[in-house]
């Protein structure tokens, strides 16, 4: 008997993926400032970063077991918190430790709150809806990750950045206390987590096919958020600050997108949405080829946005409906590939340019998506459920 409402849940779950977008780009968008502030070295900065894909890491991990245990409201609260501290570290703190640990907290926040928000809205959601609420929910990401640069783009000139982020600190703890009456789904395994079951998920064939679909994704996700500004200031006329401004074109691509496929998976079945996607997110690269100009880089980078907006909302969903009972755990399993895909197509990206030039960026990128498709499209979808 469901003891909760789905809009009420669905909605604490948006706040919680709203945070994850603000903790993945508060970094960037601060450093610069934070950099002058302490009068920090390249290594020093370089230093502070690492710290956010190891906390990033380590909160996928430490998510599944822990809600499929204990269940969503606890953890999703607590991590919003941490996020939430984090940011306010970065704003007070002036000690490099003091701050590589803010930077850690919102790591493992974040990387908590992405798979959580994802595994709670599949936990909620009837098999149609699966697809079209976790489209939904990705936007949220696009809307926290907007929010901070648009904040300190507007608002630098009057304010600082510490100042700002304390501003920002003020609406994410009425969006906590929000979050706090909202009553959650009970949790999946309360009598102890079967911990042989979960070890044998990753035996799953399907699931690590799926996993590494996502692999590529988050790879192609990670490398254009790094490469972009460099590979279009070294490649074309474009400056900096051009290129700066076609990169959150791909954020607000996949935005938008994600938007609008909330409609599309009610009318067209998932797996033709994520094909066709991925053959516009192919577009979009070809479009950076042969020095585009601004319009034409513009446009691709929206298109490569658009295009890669589909594949978390389907492959969770699938990963969702195979393993309802241990979805936490699977969802583990799945970003944790994710997120060593990040690093490791970043790494390869970077081995590429120096041995061969940065222009081997969109032929890289052109690859994986061959190899997304080549690997969906080895998936038997009716078959897995019978695993």
């Excluded at 590529?216 to 279009?232: A, D, K, M, R």
Aim: some cysteine; aromatic content about 8%.
């Amino acid at each position: 008997m469901k003891t909760y409402s789905k809009n009420l849940v669905f909605t604490a779950a948006c706040i919680g993926m709203s945070f994850f977008g603000i903790s993945m780009i508060t970094l960037g968008s601060v450093l610069p400032s934070l950099t002058m502030k302490l009068e920090l070295n390249n290594l020093q900065a370089g230093g502070l970063i690492t710290f956010l894909p190891l906390g990033l890491l380590t909160g996928s991990v430490l998510f599944g077991p822990i809600v499929d245990r204990f269940g969503h409201k606890l953890l999703l609260l607590l991590s919003c918190l941490v996020v939430l501290l984090g940011l306010q570290g970065i704003a007070c703190f002036t000690h490099i430790q003091l701050l590589q640990l803010s930077i850690a907290c919102i790591g493992i926040g974040g990387g908590i709150l992405n798979g959580e928000t994802n595994a709670l809205v599949a936990d909620i959601s009837d098999e149609q809806e699966k697809g079209p609420r976790l489209s939904l929910l990705g936007a949220f990401y696009g809307i926290g990750a907007l929010g901070i640069p648009v904040l300190l783009s507007t608002l630098s000139r009057y304010y600082s950045f510490e100042t700002i982020l304390q501003g920002t600190g003020v609406v994410l703890t009425l969006c906590i206390l929000l979050c706090l009456p909202i009553r959650f789904p009970a949790p999946k395994q309360p009598q102890g987590f079967p911990i042989r079951e979960a070890l044998g998920l990753l035996r799953r064939k399907s699931l690590l096919l799926l996993s590494f679909i996502l692999f590529f994704q988050s790879g192609i996700e990670g490398v254009c958020n790094n490469w972009t500004t460099l590979y279009l200031s070294q490649t074309t006329s474009l400056t900096v600050e051009q290129a700066l401004v076609i990169l959150t074109c791909m954020v607000a691509g996949l935005t938008a997108a994600r938007f609008i496929l909330v409609g599309l998976f009610r009318k067209i079945r998932q797996e033709t949405v994520l094909q066709s996607s991925l053959l516009i997110t192919a577009t979009g690269f070809a479009l950076l080829l042969f020095s585009p100009g601004f319009a034409r880089a513009a446009t691709g980078m929206v298109l490569i946005g658009a295009g890669l907006a589909s594949t978390f909302p389907v492959i969770l969903s699938i990963i969702g409906g195979h393993y309802p009972t241990l979805s936490g755990t699977a969802f583990s399993v799945a970003l944790v590939i994710a997120l060593i895909g990040n690093t490791l197509l970043n790494q390869l990206t970077g081995l590429l340019s120096q041995h061969f030039g940065i222009q081997t960026y969109p032929y890289t990128m052109l690859i994986a998506i061959v190899l997304m498709l080549s690997l969906f499209r080895s998936i038997s979808t009716p078959k897995q459920t019978t695993e």
